[in-house]
């Protein structure tokens, strides 16, 4: 019995223990809202009639689209600087606010911390849908291609020591967070609305995930207000013009006196696990062991030239089982320490 009641005891702490840690205190907001930023205008052809039905085609209307949608709070005595974060592909500002388990996303672990947070949804993505090119949205079937690209496992096996939670009600919410392209967007207007973003929050720290990396690192040349960024796995590079290396998917360089921006500025960069050494035989690996050696090559071409870029592998540094989502994974509160960590040693939390 004395070793039953130890026992029982023993379980009930850690229950306590347990209840303890998911405990938060409340989040003091001084101010939230939501707003449009950057977008275009465009109108049709002919005269618009007011006295026909609102459901007939007619030309000489409007319409505003190619706009970000923002949502921001700002916390009771808040840091100087503000964080900016922007989604990759399929992606909303969603992947910032939750995770598929129902935790706290990035954005609200660092609120806590005393930061202002911007939420963007890209043009022509989540609430910001309304654009001024039309295409096709279709509705194939996607599932298990974003499990595999993402490195949650190689479907329908999840990877060993995966810190993705593995129950079917978390799958379930982290297929329904993908989001389409409602609209044909090319990459400057992203940036020019993702600009405009910072026109209105000020100095701030952008970060990005995935396919909203290269748009980041020219939001950052374009617009001074960009004072940091923390990109998560990011899927492309943005070298000078002459200096990019073959796979490079950001496409061409850029002139060497904006590049020059991005050595002003510090940067850094995750990577999660399961990327290999070796070339496999699953081409989603290889493709984000490809990233990987961009990203180092990246990291030397711009410190070269007198920049501050950290590449940080997570299972270099002792932490494994992240997948590309890693400010969702299981260990996100983990990562914001690390993270939060660098962002002290570059005096970015005042």
Same mark, same amino acid.
């Given at each position: 019995m004395?070793? /039953?009641?130890? /026992? #029982?005891? +023993? #379980? +009930?702490?850690? &229950?306590?223990?347990?209840? *303890?840690?998911? @405990?938060? @205190?409340? /989040?003091?907001?001084?101010? !939230?809202?939501?707003?449009? +930023?950057?977008?275009?205008?465009?109108?049709?052809?002919?005269?618009?009639?007011? #006295?026909?039905?609102? *459901?007939?085609?007619?030309?000489?209307q409007t319409r505003h689209g190619d706009h970000a949608d923002v949502f921001y709070q700002i916390p009771e005595k808040h840091k100087q600087k503000s964080m900016i974060f922007l989604h990759g592909y399929g992606q909303s500002r969603r992947s910032w606010q939750t995770t598929a388990d129902g935790r706290e996303g990035f954005s609200d672990i660092f609120l806590r911390k005393g930061y202002s947070v911007y939420l963007v949804d890209q043009p022509g993505r989540g609430d910001a849908g309304q654009t001024i090119k039309s295409a096709q949205v279709d509705a194939i079937p996607y599932d298990q291609t974003w499990f595999t690209q993402f490195r949650i496992g190689l479907?329908?096996?999840?990877?060993?020591?995966?810190?993705?939670?593995?129950?079917?009600?978390?799958? *379930?919410?982290?297929?329904?967070?993908? &989001?389409? *392209?409602?609209?044909?967007?090319?990459?400057e207007t992203i940036v020019n609305s993702l600009s405009a973003v910072f026109d209105q929050s000020g100095e701030g720290i952008l970060f990005t995930h995935s396919a909203g990396g290269v748009p980041g690192w020219k939001t950052a040349i374009k617009n001074t207000h960009v004072k940091a960024i923390v990109a998560i796995e990011p899927g492309g590079f943005t070298f000078p013009e002459g200096e990019v290396p073959k796979g490079n998917r950001a496409g061409k360089g850029v002139p060497m006196h904006g590049f020059m921006k991005l050595t002003k500025i510090p940067i850094v960069v995750y990577f999660g696990d399961y990327i290999p050494k070796e070339e496999t035989n699953a081409a989603s690996l290889n493709? $984000?062991?490809?990233?990987? +050696?961009?990203?180092? !090559? $990246?990291?030397?071409v711009v410190n070269h030239y007198g920049g501050d870029v950290t590449i940080v592998h997570l299972p270099e540094i002792g932490i494994k089982g992240n997948t590309h989502f890693i400010m969702s994974d299981l260990n996100n509160q983990e990562i914001a320490t690390i993270l939060n960590t660098w962002l002290h040693q570059k005096g970015l939390d005042n």
């Open positions: 004395k070793y /039953l009641a130890i /026992l #029982l005891f +023993a #379980l +009930a702490s850690n &229950t306590i223990s347990s209840q *303890n840690m998911k @405990k938060q @205190k409340p /989040l003091i907001i001084e101010k !939230q809202g939501a707003f449009s +930023a950057g977008g275009t205008v465009i109108k049709s052809e002919g005269t618009y009639d007011a #006295l026909k039905p609102w *459901n007939e085609q007619q030309g000489g479907y329908p096996n999840f990877n060993e020591g995966v810190q993705f939670p593995k129950d079917e009600k978390s799958l *379930n919410n982290f297929f329904r967070m993908m &989001t389409p *392209n409602t609209g044909n967007v090319d990459e493709f $984000w062991r490809n990233v990987l +050696a961009t990203a180092k !090559q $990246w990291a030397k």
